[in-house]
């Protein structure tokens, strides 16, 4: 049974053929896997760094912990993927990535909303949700901005490694 759980909630797509979405169970996965051909654990690793160094304004603000290539915690400050009618939320989004040849694990760890300190619970969505399973209308663009802030950033990081060009080349 905890075999079955387990592949139940892993989602492993090639290229981001499948996304992370956020529901009344919470995340539709406990964490994904972004599968590559023929690169090596320590090229995947140096080019999420490099991602990281491209993309945030400050990225050793950014970095919470690293360890040389096997494995990259960041902290993501985001003020525009839940919005409202109301406008958009600030969230601070902790992700983890972990490294092996031609793979890396993509774990959301958590995301704070920076408001008032509120903890968007990634594995219960019910409070979002009616008992009858429909959304709470005042609710309604927290679960596909949960989503989208989780997949914004992963379609970032694919298409950065996938096209970034090779050193030698200009």
Known sequence: MFTI?????????????????????GLSSVYGVMDYTDVPQSTLYNKTINWVKNTFKNPDKVIKMTIENKSIRI????DGSICGKHGCAKELYTV??????DKIKITPIEIIGTYD?????????????KSNGNIR????????GIGKLI???????????????????W
């Not at 902290?75 to 985001?78: R, W």
């Not at 300190?117 to 949700?129: A, K, S, T």
């Not at 997949?151 to 080349?169: G, M, P, R, V």
């Open 5 to 25: 759980f387990i592949l139940a909630n892993t989602i492993c797509y090639s290229q981001i053929d499948s996304l992370f979405s956020y529901n009344i169970n």
């Open 75 to 78: 902290q993501i400050y985001d």
């Open 96 to 101: 983890q990535f972990e490294f092996r040849k």
């Open 117 to 129: 300190n509120y903890i968007i619970d990634l594995n219960n969505g019910e409070l979002y949700y």
């Open 137 to 144: 209308p005042f609710f309604s663009h927290v679960p596909k």
């Open 151 to 169: 997949n914004d950033y992963n379609i970032s990081l694919n298409n950065f490694i996938t096209s970034e060009k090779d050193e030698n080349e």
